[in-house]
């Protein structure tokens, strides 16, 4: 490798990156040393950026190539990918698709660019506990635009890494070896006993504040509102309160009385187009 990546900062086989979420077209990514969260400082960045820089000037070629999964695992334990050869475990192919760059080995669902020239529009910054990559959008791959932030969903993703990983389920191998062994039963307990905490918490501070008549919840279609109403009305009645929860439900017309959009499909999360006027 060149002696840029070869910096401490960049290329230590202690250190890993962790992609976790995505923030609009970014990527918001924190760094593990020796199985622990680490600090990202801009020195860091800017050593990460370095590296980068010399991979796009460098132009090298991503090669591809099929090898038996064994081989695979055995490869991603090679080079601390252990979350990698975990889930190729419960693969049911004999083979698998890898790529390599410049001795380094990886797989992909999605489509990889020919070589590390092609990759010269990107950011990186420090974001939250670590950092955010940002590439273009689908619609243009020669502009960078700023990626809108939702502070409230990445406290709420925050929660949920933090979460998986005090039950060591933070990636799907780690889960699967669950499932397999069969603790599910009680990951899914658990997991209820910590959103009936998370709403009781709520309820908490609703009952604190007399002012508070109305609570609206909001959310796309089939993700959980109307049943999650009635958790929080129990947990509001244990209190002393008495909800009324009024789901959207209860002012659905049928399809056939519903006002198509220009193409001829019809939005379910836009109210205007489908519920009577009152």
């Not at 038996?68 to 693969?91: C, H, M, W």
């Not at 501070?205 to 909001?218: G, L, T, Y």
């Amino acid at each position: 490798s060149s002696d840029v990546c070869s910096s401490d900062l960049v290329k230590n086989h202690e250190d890993n990156i962790h992609v976790l979420y995505s923030m609009d077209q970014a990527y918001y990514c924190e760094l593990f040393r020796d199985n622990a969260r680490a600090d990202v400082d801009e020195a860091f960045i800017e050593a990460v950026k370095k590296c980068m820089n010399d991979y796009v000037e460098r132009d090298i070629e991503f090669k591809k190539y099929t090898i038996p999964v064994q081989e695979a695992i055995e490869s991603f334990n090679k080079f601390g990918l252990t979350d990698k050869a975990r889930l190729l475990k419960y693969r049911g192919d004999s083979r698998i698709n890898m790529y390599e760059l410049d001795g380094f080995i990886d797989y992909s669902f999605g489509y990889i660019a020919p070589s590390t020239g092609m990759i010269k529009n990107y950011e990186i910054s420090l974001f939250g506990d670590g950092f955010l990559i940002n590439f273009p959008s689908n619609a243009s791959v020669h502009n960078l635009e700023e990626p809108e932030m939702r502070p409230k969903l990445f406290d709420q993703l925050h929660i949920a890494s933090r979460w998986v990983h005090s039950l060591d389920i933070a990636t799907l191998g780690a889960l699967n070896d669950r499932i397999a062994s069969g603790d599910m039963t009680y990951i899914i307990l658990a997991q209820e006993a910590e959103m009936e905490k998370r709403i009781g918490d709520i309820a908490q501070r609703i009952a604190e504040d007399k002012d508070k008549k109305f609570v609206m919840i909001a959310g796309p279609s089939s993700s959980g509102k109307t049943t999650f109403s009635h958790r929080l009305s129990i947990q509001l009645m244990a209190m002393g309160l008495k909800p009324h929860p009024i789901g959207l439900d209860d002012f659905f017309v049928n399809r056939a009385d519903m006002t198509p959009l220009p193409d001829g499909s019809l939005d379910f999360d836009n109210a205007d187009f489908f519920i009577f006027e009152v």
